[in-house]
């Protein structure tokens, strides 16, 4: 892979990691200073069936001066909860963020039980992360994941498996 991106990104860069502590971590963003992204690092969780890890939560942290994460901590009570929460993106004045959540409930799709994953959004009130609610555009019957915020906030485009999709998952505005 790093090989392949020097033949096609026209300036230099170094790929280094961030943290030297988990094998989970993905889905970094920008907070203010803060930087969020999923892990799985949270060992007091259940281990998910599928590949016997903790479920994922959201976690913030800091840059040290040598490019590590510092001070890491859990996200916010509000938005971690006991299934996967993962892929936060924040409107630019940091007072609304969307991200990933799997729903709680299992539903018959296709002859087969399914949790579904979907976008949520939540509203910084005070300090705090609340009105919590799922988008409109998530459902019971496909998974809607992965949210990005288009800069002038307009769109959001996420990755779903919805039935008119061309392939597994495709990318959706």
Do not use: C
Not at 88 to 117: C, I, L
Request: hydrophobic letters at 30%.
């Amino acid at each position: 892979f790093k090989e392949h991106l020097n033949t096609i990104v026209p300036y230099n860069y170094t790929v280094k990691k961030l943290s030297n502590n988990s094998t989970g971590d993905f889905g970094i963003t920008l907070y203010g200073n803060k930087i969020i992204f999923a892990s799985v690092r949270n060992t007091a969780n259940p281990k998910y069936k599928w590949n016997e890890k903790p479920y994922l939560d959201l976690y913030e942290a800091t840059l040290s001066k040598d490019g590590m994460l510092d001070s890491i901590k859990p996200f916010s009570k509000t938005i971690n909860t006991k299934t996967h929460e993962s892929s936060a993106a924040f409107s630019k004045d940091k007072k609304t963020m969307y991200f990933s959540r799997t729903s709680d409930k299992r539903v018959m799709v296709n002859g087969e039980f399914y949790a579904s994953v979907k976008i949520f959004k939540a509203e910084l009130v005070n300090n705090e992360w609340t009105n919590i609610t799922e988008t409109s555009f998530s459902s019971d019957q496909f998974s809607t994941l992965h949210p990005a915020l288009t800069p002038d906030e307009k769109r959001i485009y996420f990755s779903s498996d919805r039935a008119d999709s061309f392939g597994s998952f495709d990318i959706y505005y």
